[in-house]
């Protein structure tokens, strides 16, 4: 099993940034890794996501520019910078991981999830 682990939430204001982590460990090779958000009453959205070769990650076009995506292997961890953060940007951010050589943009494409972490931007 692959287990998650994110870290890096928290509370702030608009404008401000954070950086998310997520440390994978247990039985795995190369992991696609990204990461999800989701608001109450509303479904998972991805957020981006990145290969392990890495390459060029894949954005979603509300965190486009503002997010930037990298991982370093050999500490199995994904990180997500999160800069200009806005109040819709509010939600438990979950990283997510499978074993695949591309990345994919549904949940349903990736098997592997952490238990959140609960991002809060006030106005």
């Known amino acids: 099993q692959v287990q998650l682990v994110e870290s890096g939430g928290g509370l702030v204001q608009a404008g401000d940034s954070l950086r998310l982590s997520c440390v994978a460990s247990g039985r795995f090779s190369r992991l696609v890794m990204g990461w999800f958000r989701q608001a109450p009453g509303k479904e998972r959205e991805f957020l981006s996501a990145?290969?392990?070769?890495?390459?060029?990650?894949n954005y979603a076009n509300s965190v486009k520019g503002r997010f930037t995506i990298s991982r370093d292997n050999a500490k199995n961890t994904v990180y997500l910078q999160m800069n200009s953060l806005k109040p819709e940007d509010t939600g438990v951010y979950y990283c997510?991981?499978?074993?695949?050589?591309?990345?994919?943009?549904?949940?349903?494409?990736?098997?592997?999830w952490g238990p959140g972490s609960q991002v809060t931007v006030s106005s």
């Open positions: 997510a991981a499978d074993n695949n050589y591309i990345v994919r943009t549904t949940s349903a494409a990736y098997d592997y």
């Open positions: 990145m290969a392990w070769s890495g390459g060029r990650p």
